[in-house]
T-cell receptor, first 112, second 114 residues
Framework: NAGVTQTPKFQVLKTGQSMTLQCAQD?????MYWYRQDPGMGLRLIYY???????DKGEVPNGYNVSRLNKREFSLRLESAAPSQTSVYFC???????????FGEGSRLTVL | TQLLEQSPQFLSIQEGENLTVYCNSS?????LQWYRQEPGEGPVLLVT?????EVKKLKRLTFQFGDARKDSSLHITAAQPGDTGLYLC??????????????FGQGTILTVHP
């Protein structure tokens, strides 16, 4: 049972480089989310997609873009990475608005 | 602005002790969830509470949603080393956010020593 799969698991970038974090879920969920987790800050929502074809900003969207490629896949792109984007990124999905969030294992990104 | 304040941030106790983690807000939430996260993994849902005053039990864990749906608590009885982890509360529909968005607290890192 794969659930939510994120790639890559680890990445080191230099300031100004770009990269895309990939996320795929096999649970046929409508909603997908990207969070970042920093020490003492809990999980902060970057972008979410309530359903295929829609995306919306969360609490901390600056410096990021997203694409809901299809119902299964939701990618997060950093166009010009900054050291402040060093974090652990989690993709999550769920069936209904108040339902359980299913998380991937996380992607640890370091920007030098 | 952090809508959900969790306390304490760190908790280090001996096996067999009891503990309570608090999750407080000035906003009303339509539901509140508690997640547990282990190192190198994503959070996993423990419980969802939706009714003011609701109490749910999961073995040695007791979850309570405040009457006004602004706060919640997690109580662990006779903690065990396997309870070690990061505990996160998350509220839905608070502070004018849309129903589909969850707001997370900062988390409580619990360490239970044998």
């Amino acid at each position: 049972n794969a659930g939510v799969t994120q790639t890559p698991k680890f990445q080191v970038l230099k300031t100004g480089q770009s990269m895309t974090l990939q996320c795929a879920q096999d649970m046929n969920h409508n909603s997908m989310y990207w969070y970042r987790q920093d020490p003492g800050m809990g999980l902060r929502l970057i972008y979410y997609s309530a359903s295929e074809g829609t995306t919306d900003k969360g609490e901390v969207p600056n410096g990021y873009n997203v694409s809901r490629l299809n119902k299964r896949e939701f990618s997060l792109r950093l166009e010009s990475a900054a050291p402040s984007q060093t974090s652990v990124y989690f993709c999550a999905s769920r069936e209904i608005a108040a339902g359980e969030l299913f998380f991937g294992e996380g992607s640890r990104l370091t920007v030098l | 602005t952090q809508l959900l304040e969790q306390s304490p941030q760190f908790l280090s106790i001996q096996e067999g002790e009891n503990l309570t983690v608090y999750c407080n807000s000035s906003s009303v939430f339509s539901s509140l969830q508690w997640y547990r996260q282990e190192p190198g993994e994503g959070p996993v849902l423990l419980v969802t509470v939706v009714t003011g005053g609701e109490v749910k039990k999961l073995k040695r864990l007791t979850f309570q949603f405040g009457d006004a749906r602004k706060d919640s608590s997690l109580h662990i009885t006779a903690a065990q080393p396997g309870d070690t982890g990061l505990y996160l509360c998350a509220g839905a529909g608070g502070g004018g956010t849309s129903y589909g968005k969850l707001t997370f607290g900062q988390g409580t890192i619990l360490t239970v020593h044998p």
